[in-house]
């Protein structure tokens, strides 16, 4: 992994660096004293239950929401108190994949892909069809390129989606389920890809999932919410957690098991 | 900072070096340059020295690629030196076709076809429009039969936005067209000294076709864009399906309550505008002394109960066209936010079209 250390000696400062984090909507606290660092050339998975904030905690990662105190630094720049010029300068370094795809409904797939280097580079036109066909290729995309979005299903939505997060050359990359809903294989293939971009390009990548298989492939780091304490319950490398953790929640989270049932003493029998 | 030194004629070969950082916002002029170098020098072999290429991103390797794929005669070849392996693993081998040329453009279609195609598509959606009515008539038929079709509470909260909610605009916009009725004919009767007839016109105007064309085109613009856009939504989110696969009928669902509120809220915001538009009228002819106990007086004898009936009447058709357009447009709006849009423009096109040619029918109908 010498490129990523590499990249991690140039930039001292980590990627990203979520600091004691309040966030959540009106006055319901989603999450609370959350902290936690990204290094560059990490890939940082960000874990919990259904609705203990995965995805709003990524929104207020890249400054789509106000946190309600607490800060985030995107390379040594908090994004939190950034004046709307900067915060937009900042939040160009990351290439975001949202849940749905995302991707603009009056655009072709490529041109959806296409539409970051359109606005942003003067690379010219038959060159930036190449990028995109590639970029498209490397999420097993090219047969669609033509297609609308109206046309493709959920995955492929996903995968373009992660295309076009990547157009821009944004080296810090925060992909949010990119996994679910896809095929075994097409999963197993997209984490490669993630493996083969921060092996070699170094990237960094923030991953909001639970495909537990996903986690444990690429994972270097996990970081787990908890609905109920609302707080980070447990950050560590997945297979630690799973085989080390003394917290029940991570465990039975790791281990796939089921809640218990009520107790059967408490039936009349 | 990349940079591309372009120092060859040592010998027969080109060369350049692509050093630095190669990254979206610095690739383009070194790309452009690379590209016309390479074009400028068909028959000679390239050298291209990549060994002081710190990190390249995805356009860089794009750029890569471009250079290694380039099918160029014998002698004359490409040749990438001293790429660290990490970025070659990225640079793909294979150049399948699909990866040149320009982005497939949509084929043209000459002006006979598209005649053609819009005629086939006209048709279409008159025979879909038709079956809808046929589906909606059907529905109502059974509403009226049979208890427990019409989801009420639906209706009501439908009714409420549709209608009172309605009301200021309505008020607005009638108040104003019977200011602006009187005061142009009053202008013109002032000449033939027959003022007094101005209460007829603005009677007869207000009651008979102002008031229920201005709120059935309000009613358009607010109310059937917001069904058309609703339903499209639903459609787009899959509900519409949900719906259809608990057995129940999207009509009696979703139609039918918006297409009754719509029938019973149209002549009822009509009564707002009617009676603001008078008052409008009668504050105008004011001014052409006329008081408002003598517009009153005159009113009674120029307009009948047959003109406000007539006028409701057409509010209550213009209602159910519009809720049926805007309901049928959000049931066929295709997929994602742009068809929804569509949906929502074309139903507030369509009802206006349909209470014009609507209201023509009323007056040759009626005037008999």
Redesign the interface.
């Known amino acids: 992994m010498?490129?990523a250390e590499a990249?991690t000696a140039v930039h001292a400062e980590p990627a990203i660096s979520v600091r004691n984090l309040r966030m959540g909507y009106g006055t319901k606290v989603l999450l609370d004293k959350a902290s936690f660092d990204v290094q560059r050339g990490e890939i940082v998975v960000i874990l919990g239950g259904s609705g203990c904030g995965k995805s709003s905690l990524m929104k207020n990662i890249i400054g789509l929401y106000p946190p309600m105190a607490g800060d985030v630094l995107i390379a040594g720049d908090s994004i939190v108190s950034a004046r709307p010029a900067d915060k937009a300068r900042i939040q160009r370094k990351l290439g975001i994949m949202y849940q749905s795809g995302a991707l603009f409904?009056?655009l072709?797939v490529?041109?959806n892909v296409r539409f970051p280097?359109d606005e942003?580079?003067?690379?010219?036109p038959?060159?930036k069809?190449?990028?995109a066909?590639?970029?498209l290729?490397?999420v097993e995309m090219?047969?669609a390129?033509?297609l609308?979005?109206?046309?493709l299903s959920g995955g492929m939505l996903k995968r373009a989606g992660i295309a076009r997060a990547?157009?821009?050359?944004c080296?810090i990359l925060l992909l949010d389920e990119p996994s679910a809903g896809l095929d075994p294989i097409t999963a197993a293939n997209l984490d490669r890809t993630i493996l083969?971009l921060r092996?070699?390009?170094?990237f960094t990548f923030v991953v909001v999932t639970h495909e537990l298989s996903s986690i444990f492939t690429i994972a270097d780091r996990a970081v787990m919410l908890d609905p109920v304490s609302r707080r980070i319950i447990a950050q560590g490398k997945p297979s630690e957690l799973r085989d080390q953790s003394k917290d029940p929640r991570v465990r039975q989270f790791f281990n796939r098991e089921p809640d218990a049932l009520p107790d059967a003493g408490t039936k009349r029998t | 900072m990349a940079a591309m030194s372009d120092d060859s004629i040592k010998t027969e070969d080109l060369s350049f070096a692509l050093e630095g950082r190669l990254t979206a916002s610095n690739i383009g002029p070194i790309w452009a340059e690379a590209a016309q170098t390479l074009e400028r020098n068909p028959d000679r072999r390239v050298v291209v020295d990549a060994s002081r290429l710190d990190y390249v991103d995805n356009t860089g390797i794009a750029l890569l690629f471009d250079l290694k794929r380039r099918r160029r005669p014998k002698g004359a070849e490409i040749e990438i030196q001293g790429l660290a392996p990490n970025l070659a693993t990225l640079v793909p081998d294979d150049d399948p076709e699909d990866l040149s040329g320009a982005a497939p453009q949509a084929p043209s279609v000459g002006l006979f076809e598209q005649i053609g195609r819009a005629t086939e598509q006209q048709i279409t959606y008159t025979q879909r429009m038709l079956a809808f009515l046929g589906d909606c008539g059907a529905a109502f038929l059974l509403a009226t039969r049979r208890r427990g079709v019409v989801r009420w509470s639906e209706t009501l909260s439908v009714a409420t936005e549709a209608g009172a909610n309605a009301v200021p605009i309505v008020l607005l916009i009638g108040f104003l067209m019977g200011v602006i009725i009187a005061f142009e004919i009053g202008l013109v009767a002032r000449q033939f000294g027959a003022v007094i007839f101005v209460v007829d016109g603005v009677g007869v105007a207000m009651l008979r076709e102002l008031g229920p064309l201005m709120t059935a085109i309000v009613f358009a613009g607010r109310t059937g864009a917001a069904f058309a856009a609703q339903i499209g939504t639903q459609k787009v989110n899959e509900e519409i399906n949900a719906i259809l696969t608990f057995g129940l009928d999207p009509i009696h669902f979703l139609v039918l309550p918006r297409l009754l509120a719509a029938v019973l809220v149209v002549p009822l915001l009509t009564v707002f505008a009617d009676v603001v538009g008078l008052f409008g009228g009668a504050l105008v002819l004011v001014s052409f002394d006329i008081g408002f106990v003598q517009f009153y007086n005159h009113l009674l004898g120029a307009v009948g109960m047959n003109d406000l009936l007539v006028g409701l009447l057409k509010a209550a058709v213009f209602g159910f066209a519009i809720a049926a357009i805007g309901c049928e447009r959000g049931l066929s709006t295709g997929a994602g936010a742009t068809s929804v849009g569509l949906s929502a423009t074309s139903a507030v096109v369509t009802s206006i079209v349909w209470v014009v040619v609507l209201d023509g029918l009323f007056t040759v109908l009626l005037s008999g």
């Open positions: 010498a490129p990249a409904g009056s072709t490529l041109e280097l942003f580079t003067d690379i010219g038959s060159q069809d190449l990028v066909r590639l970029l290729r490397t090219g047969y390129e033509s609308m979005p109206g046309e990547m157009a821009l050359g080296d083969r092996e070699n390009l170094g």
